[in-house]
């Protein structure tokens, strides 16, 4: 059981206890990940488990009156806390406000960066660095973090040294967030793999739809 969800069962039970409901029990209901599908149908009773919460949430549960006040205060300040934005705010769940609050962010936020851990995070805002393309050389990323940093930095687009294909920009089609070309699609890589590893190499192509599945 994540943390998150002992706070939320806690701040329920609470609730209900409140307004003199008695709670027998706390429990999560979530998908049994051992269910099968049987022929019949999903049986949802065995679809969903139940787990026992009592014990996660019992100390919450006996902090939580003692820690409201400052929850209403929050609650009913006129402008919002200080609060830095960062990789933080998609824990557990997206906020609601990220475009308001990181509205005046450069394009080039290290919390853009993928996978920069919270203490790399802090290393580098701690003596002021917060853009991409200001990350030192020496700072340890990895190589995909690094092609990043020192596109950012540089401007020219990186190009796979043996990438097998490329058209003009203006050519390319949109492909959810990014850009690719017609023949990048899932059907041409199928066809591909369907020829086979000896006719790929004999036509001085990569190999690798027959030996890798789509966007792995
Ligand atoms: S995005 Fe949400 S969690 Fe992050 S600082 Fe703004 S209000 Fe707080």
Redesign the pocket.
Known sequence: MKAHHADDLTLQAFVLASTGIAVSSIELLHVDTSYVRGSNGVCWAGFFGRSDAGDATATALADLPERLPAMREYLIMAA?PA????K??ATPYG????D???ADKSVDWISHLPRLSRGQTDELETPGIDAISAIPVDFPLTPKQAIIRDVTASGPPYVVPDVALAVPLEQAETYGDMLTVETGHLQHWSRLARRGAPALRAAGLPTAPVWSEYEE
Request: proline residues 7%; negative net charge; contains cysteine.
């Open positions: 919002p609060a830095e934005s960062g933080q705010c906020c609601e406000f990220w308001r609050c990181t």
